[in-house]
């Protein structure tokens, strides 16, 4: 079975400071997603990234940055944390989908982030 | 862009009971279809999905879903619930093509059998 690990399943940190989620994999995914979950919202894309030292932004990369140095670990980064990132951070990691073919994201079991 | 509306934020519904969850989805590209599946406390696994061929799809836990095209529909059945079936699904899509590859999720729909 695949299984990603988020470093943390809570984390409290203070206004200002620079913040590090850690994910890591053991499946030799290529891909890998940062995603933020809020209730009413749903999942939201932060970024995501298809080989070592490359990363794309998702819908809400504002705020956040990415670091992919290995293949197996994706770490999110929030420069200054401030309140309104207080959230669940949800890691996850596939294969490169094939033509007409599906290869499905496997979740890790979140990060809950509180900024104080 | 692709959309996805999730039409029912709280289904609340007794034991050994039918339900259905609502997922409609908006895209200028053909997609795939996804429901997935949250428990407390844990992350997403997936339910089933949606790729071509026969539009009634079968997902573990006794789930199915019907692609509707023409209604841009993909909505969520079980015929029975079981008290384990409390948890938070998601609908999602993802536009077709190789590669890395995006899934845009629905708001969530939060099932709670009763007993």
């Known amino acids: 079975d695949v299984k990603v690990t988020q470093s943390s399943r809570y984390l409290v940190k203070r206004t200002g400071e620079k913040v590090f989620l850690e994910c890591v994999q053991d499946?030799?995914?290529?891909?890998m997603f940062w995603y933020r979950q809020d209730p009413g919202l749903g999942l939201r894309l932060i970024y995501f990234s298809y080989d070592v030292k490359m990363k794309e932004k998702g819908d809400i990369p504002e705020g956040y940055s990415v670091s992919r140095e290995k293949k197996e670990r994706f770490s999110l980064i929030l420069e200054s944390a401030s309140t309104n990132q207080t959230s669940m951070y949800l890691c996850?990691?596939?294969?490169?989908?094939?033509?007409?073919?599906?290869?499905?994201?496997?979740f890790g079991d979140g990060t809950r982030l509180s900024i104080l | 862009a692709q959309s996805v509306t999730q039409l029912d934020s709280q289904v609340p519904v007794f034991e050994e009971a039918p339900v259905e969850l609502r997922c409609n989805y908006s895209?200028?590209?053909?997609?795939?279809l996804f429901w997935y599946v949250q428990y407390p406390n844990q992350g997403l696994q997936l339910l089933l999905k949606y790729l071509s061929g026969s539009t009634l799809v079968k997902g573990i836990n006794g789930f199915e879903a019907e692609f509707n095209k023409s209604q841009t529909s993909f909505h969520l059945r079980k015929p029975s619930v079981h008290i384990s079936d409390t948890a938070e699904y998601f609908c999602?899509?993802?536009?077709?093509?190789?590669?890395?590859?995006?899934?845009?999720f629905g708001k969530g729909t939060k099932l709670s059998v009763i007993p």
């Open positions: 895209s200028s590209v053909s997609v795939y």
């Open positions: 996850a990691s596939s294969l490169p989908r094939i033509q007409g073919a599906d290869q499905p994201q496997h």
């Open positions: 499946m030799d995914h290529e891909n």
């Open positions: 999602a899509v993802s536009p077709l093509g190789a590669g890395s590859y995006q899934l845009t």
